[in-house]
T-cell receptor, first 115, second 112 residues
Framework: GAGVSQSPSNKVTEKGKDVELRCDPI?????LYWYRQSLGQGLEFLIY????????KSGLPSDRFSAERTGGSVSTLTIQRTQQEDSAVYLC?????????????FGDGTRLSIL | GENVEQHPSTLSVQEGDSAVIKCTYS??????FPWYKQELGKRPQLIID?????GEKKDQRIAVTLNKTAKHFSLHITETQPEDSAVYFC???????????FGKGTLLTVNP
């Protein structure tokens, strides 16, 4: 079946603008994760959704970042008043079952560039 | 929280040689350790994973070993090929955490 789908693949915007990134997980996967990968760095956890449970937002770097997941499927990550340090690749992953210790499958990411 | 250290940051080998990448973790409650391969501009792809009830796992030319006492795990690639060239990331999760904590990656270059 189809893998994790993310859009847009690239986004260039001016500092101070808001951006919205989209993730469509693998069908049937109940767990969804957002990570951020800065140039030459590892992946940094941002937020986790599992079914109808309250999301774990402990990795969000500031209150300019928010995410939602509607209907237990598609998720959007919103960054308000973007700053240059927000430039990174934003990766979404999903996993089956309850997420704990299950393989996470990644999308191709959104490359965000803040001018 | 969990902290994962990965070494080396870069590794260059000749085609046919073996490559070993090592990771250490800090949280003794971690019990799931995946390895991802990421080619330039591509998504991270899971290549192998191991759970704490297993000491070693092998899949063709790739193997992972886990030492829970020492809190370290390693990726072994034998008979390396140029297409193995990529950045490899180790990660850990478990206990009260379901999120993956990643190492900073190893750039593996296999020279023909």
């Amino acid at each position: 079946g189809a893998g994790v789908s993310q859009s847009p693949s690239n986004k260039v915007t001016e500092k101070g603008k808001d951006v919205e990134l989209r993730c469509d997980p693998i069908s049937g996967h109940t767990a969804l994760y957002w990570y951020r990968q800065s140039l030459g760095q590892g992946l940094e956890f941002l937020i986790y959704f599992q079914g109808n449970s309250a999301p774990d937002k402990s990795g969000l770097p500031s209150d300019r970042f928010s995410a939602e997941r509607t209907g237990g499927s598609v998720s959007t990550l919103t960054i308000q008043r973007t700053q240059q340090e927000d430039s990174a690749v934003y990766l979404c992953a999903s996993s089956p079952d309850r997420g704990r210790n299950q393989p996470q499958h990644f999308g191709d990411g959104t490359r965000l560039s803040i001018l | 929280g969990e902290n994962v250290e990965q070494h080396p940051s870069t590794l260059s080998v000749q085609e046919g040689d073996s490559a070993v990448i090592k990771c250490t973790y800090s949280d003794s409650a971690s019990n799931y350790f995946p390895w991802y391969k990421q080619e330039l501009g591509k998504r991270p792809q899971l290549i192998i994973d191991i759970r704490s009830n297993v000491g070693e796992k092998k899949d063709q030319r790739i193997a992972v070993t886990l030492n829970k006492t020492a809190k370290h795990f390693s990726l072994h690639i034998t008979e390396t090929q140029p297409e193995d060239s990529a950045v490899y990331f180790c990660a850990a999760s478990g206990g009260s955490n379901y999120k993956l904590t990643f190492g900073k990656g190893t750039l593996l270059t296999v020279n023909p």
